[in-house]
């Protein structure tokens, strides 16, 4: 395997088959020893985070196949912690698709005198913001993504009816174990012109409640895959 990138919570190496491995890694997003999935710095190191992300994108990733919707994984092999996926070119120098069911983290930071903490966003809120440590992962929309040429208006509308499809899986499915999705983080890339779910869809990049009380990400993936 070559390296071709190092990101905070995983690795990505070229395979010689043409597809991609991903080596999940036990860092995390969050701010001073804090896990917080809408930051844009590892915060924290926590043990065995790397696998329990793996195991739960995997269960979200046949899940998805179950419904008929493409992603680019093609298999796992959890005690090593990889994932072997389909190429994907990522749009621009990399774009997170955030959705929000619930109204927390940096967006009440951004926008608290409008809305309060813990307020409901029915159907669901999209937005994007570019890969960017030094500008702090700014904000971009569906417009801008187009008059960057980033993506096409066309693109931009299949990631969005995607994101809300993938969210409303994945809520539904925590529900069922009495957990309340409140946002999720993904990443679309394109393949062959085509718009699908990469990266991952793991316990550190959502946050989830149980009875008022947030779950950590360990404890999230022993509820998703212990039930």
């Not at 993504?145 to 994945?170: D, H, R």
């Amino acid at each position: 395997m070559k390296l071709v990138y190092e990101g905070k919570t995983k690795n990505v190496y070229s395979l010689d088959n043409g597809n991609v491995m991903l080596k999940f890694k036990d860092d995390c997003t969050g701010k001073d020893g804090v896990f917080d999935p809408g930051e844009n710095t590892v915060g924290l190191t926590i043990e065995g985070i790397g696998k329990a992300n793996l195991q739960t994108s995997v269960y979200y990733f046949e899940l998805l196949k179950q419904a008929g919707i493409k992603t680019h994984y093609v298999s796992a092999n959890v005690e090593d912690a990889t994932m072997e996926v389909l190429p994907g070119k990522v749009f621009g120098q990399g774009l997170e698709v955030i959705c929000r069911l619930v109204a927390t983290g940096s967006f009440i930071r951004r926008y608290g005198e409008y809305i309060k903490d813990g307020t409901p966003l029915p159907g669901g809120y999209v937005e994007c913001t570019f890969k960017n440590d030094a500008k702090g992962d700014p904000l971009v929309t569906g417009e801008g993504l187009a008059a960057l040429g980033v993506m096409t208006p066309a693109m931009f509308e299949s990631m969005k009816e995607q994101t809300l499809k993938i969210t409303k899986i994945v809520a539904d499915d925590l529900k069922t174990i009495g957990l309340d999705l409140w946002d999720i983080k993904f990443e679309f890339g394109y393949n062959n012109d085509e718009v699908i779910l990469i990266d991952e869809i793991a316990s550190g990049n959502m946050r989830v409640y149980k009875d008022g009380v947030i779950v950590d990400p360990v404890e999230l993936t022993k509820l998703i895959l212990n039930r």
